[in-house]
């Protein structure tokens, strides 16, 4: 497909495949999945794809292709010339939810004919909740299942019963193995960084511990909506839509041991580790909020107490971790849209500065990851005013993505965990076992959550969140700012 940069070997799957995208005109599908195909395939990362898609809008193969050629034209990120375009059509095949499936089978067969005996299949799950098993059956009858891979997406249950029973039925139809949940946060690139950036650097791990490191804030407030997501998240809220699949997550990368290699069965099990350690969250050190304006919206209940917002410390009982609180936020309707991790260094145990001389008067060190598609990291301390005297003031070192030359190289997330998904590399996505235990240090939470506290849109959340957090502050709102990698624009 056109002229790009073909891939370099070894960074895709081996085989040729033949996608089934469940939910293949839902909305993730138009905004990422659609898009992620075509860039995958225009630029070589799969050697031959095919994409049949299903859902329950009764359309022909034609309709859809148009429907994808709008998708493209809308959400796509990168340039796309008519001669892509005529390439990636050919590749696409639909079939409605009501023709059954044998006529999922038939299609299936087809496209993997095209592309020789050698293809695998990958099915992705863009579906709602309540879709998710009907579309596994659906699988299982069209004699779909063996020698496949499935992506599903969260939320994996909503406590832990319904996460064992869903793992449960999952287990009847697809084995462990084949089962990819997907979580978007570890598919982009900083959260990958985090890995390179503690274990081949000498000069962090050490200091990566209990020892050196007084708390650590993840920190994800969003200025969206809920757009037309209301009877999801009245179900849901901000704890099991955004906590338990998205930041502990990236906790457990920031948190776990070194593993034996970096390869997908011990990442798994230290990060496995890290949620066995985690003492079950205390609702007293949880605050739930609600926007001002939430009970007024379609779809939500007028005396809902479902929170938009959450806000939470939570601790890791081991060896490394003991003592270092760990505070989490996450909300709708808030000041920025973020999404940092940030460590905080112990002070010196003994300042022999004078008083005066500026010395902790902006906080500890503080080294933050910026988890936003174009990484950025900062590392902030204290240095000397220059001039007479011994005066300090607070300084920082920054590292943004942009400088590498490499910012063209980065895979969005879902493209990343496709490729992942067809090459059967574990890694970035979550186990059965993870999941449940997850659930398992829930439980007090979700059996006596706090009441809800409203907040105004455009806020940092309910003011009680400065309660939680002492005697420490929150990173965001940031005193300073990123620094301009390119400022001159050249």
């Not at 596994?136 to 004699?143: F, I, Q, S, W, Y």
């Not at 939570?314 to 940092?340: H, M, S, Y």
């Not at 240090?441 to 309910?462: H, Q």
């Amino acid at each position: 497909m056109g002229t790009l940069k073909k891939a370099p070997p070894g960074v895709g799957p081996k085989h040729p495949h033949v996608v089934v995208l469940v939910g293949a005109t839902g909305d993730l599908a138009r905004r990422k999945l659609l898009p992620g195909l075509l860039h995958l395939s225009r630029v070589g990362f799969i050697p031959g794809c095919r994409v049949v898609g299903v859902s329950l809008d009764d359309l022909d193969p034609g309709s859809f292709r148009s429907f994808a050629r709008e998708a493209l034209d809308q959400f796509s990120t990168r340039k796309m010339s008519e001669t892509d375009w005529d390439d990636f059509a050919k590749i696409l095949d639909y079939v409605p939810l009501a023709a059954g499936p044998e006529a999922l089978k038939a299609a299936v067969a087809r496209a993997a004919e095209s592309l020789g005996s050698e293809s695998r299949r990958l099915h992705y799950l863009s579906v709602p909740p309540n879709a998710a098993l009907p579309a596994v059956r659906l699988l299982g009858e069209a004699d779909l299942v063996a020698g496949s891979r499935i992506v599903m997406e969260k939320p994996f249950g909503t406590d832990l019963a319904s996460a064992v029973t869903l793992n449960a039925k999952l287990h009847e139809v697809f084995d462990e193995d084949q089962i990819f949940r997907i979580d978007h946060f570890l598919g982009k690139e900083p959260a990958q960084n985090i890995l390179a950036f503690r274990f081949a650097n000498g000069l962090f791990e050490p200091i990566w511990n209990r020892t050196f490191i007084d708390h650590v804030q993840i920190d994800v407030p969003e200025t969206l909506g809920l757009g037309k997501r209301a009877g999801f998240y009245e179900q849901t809220g901000a704890y099991r839509d955004m906590v338990v699949t998205h930041l502990f997550q990236i906790l457990a990368f920031m948190a776990m041991e070194p593993p034996t290699a970096l390869e997908p069965g011990p990442i798994s099990e230290e990060k496995n580790k890290v949620f066995r350690s985690m003492v079950p969250i205390d609702p007293r050190d949880v605050v739930r909020g609600q926007y001002t304006g939430y009970r007024s919206e379609d779809g939500v209940d007028p005396e809902s107490d479902t929170e938009t917002f959450v806000a939470l410390k939570c601790r890791i009982d081991n060896w490394r971790w003991a003592g270092v609180p760990f505070f989490l936020r996450t909300g709708k309707r808030l000041a920025e849209g973020q999404r940092i991790i940030s460590i905080a260094f112990r002070e010196p145990p003994k300042s022999m500065f004078p008083a005066g001389s500026g010395v902790g008067a902006e906080g500890p060190d503080h080294l933050t990851f910026d988890l936003a598609d174009a990484s950025k990291m900062s590392l902030s301390f204290y240095g000397k005013r220059p001039g007479p005297g011994m005066r300090l003031d607070k300084l920082s070192l920054q590292f943004a993505m942009r400088e590498t030359g490499r910012i063209d190289d980065v895979l969005e997330a879902y493209e990343r965990l496709i490729l992942d998904a067809m090459r059967g590399d574990h890694t970035l996505f979550t186990t059965a076992e993870g999941i449940e235990r997850l659930w398992e240090v829930s439980i007090p939470l979700l059996e006596a959550p706090p009441p809800v506290r409203l907040y105004p849109p455009e806020s940092w959340g309910p003011k009680s969140i400065h309660q939680l957090v002492a005697p420490h502050a929150w990173r965001l709102p940031f005193e300073r700012v990123w620094r301009d990698p390119n400022p001159l624009g050249s």
